[in-house]
Nanobody, 123 residues
Framework: QVQLVESGGGLVQAGGSLRLSCAAS????????MGWFRQAPGKEREFVGA????????YYPDSVKGRFTISRDNAKNTVYLQMNALKPDDTAVYYC????????????????WGQGTQVTVSS
């Protein structure tokens, strides 16, 4: 069992940066790949990025590639999402998730989910 708690969301101007954190409980955190997803009002949940259990591989969709970076610290049971050059279209609730399945971009690959943190980017 893994419990996930996101933090770090807030209001930022376009072009600004935010770093989201996702703290995990449970001894098996390092066994899971971690993903970040987001969901804006009226839209489907969207894949934002993922990182393998050992942090050897990261995955990003074209919409955030070059702007967002995922990292993890298994000693702290925490995964991070560094978001730079934010745009109003990045406004959404951001969720972290833990899973062991593939493909990493599909939400069904993840078993555990956090409650989400709101990110609002003003123009």
């Amino acid at each position: 069992q893994v419990q996930l708690v996101e933090s770090g969301g807030g209001l930022v101007q376009a072009g600004g940066s935010l770093r989201l954190s996702c703290a995990a409980s449970g001894r098996t955190f390092s066994s899971y790949a971690m993903g970040w997803f987001r969901q804006a009002p009226g839209k489907e949940r969207e894949f934002v990025g993922a990182i393998s259990w050992g942090a050897g591989s990261t995955y990003y969709p074209d919409s955030v590639k070059g702007r967002f970076t995922i990292s993890r610290d298994n000693a702290k049971n925490t995964v991070y999402l560094q978001m730079n050059a934010l745009k109003p279209d990045d406004t959404a609730v951001y969720y972290c998730a833990a899973g062991i399945s593939f493909p990493r971009w599909r939400d069904t690959a993840y078993t555990y989910w956090g409650q989400g943190t709101q990110v609002t980017v003003s123009s």
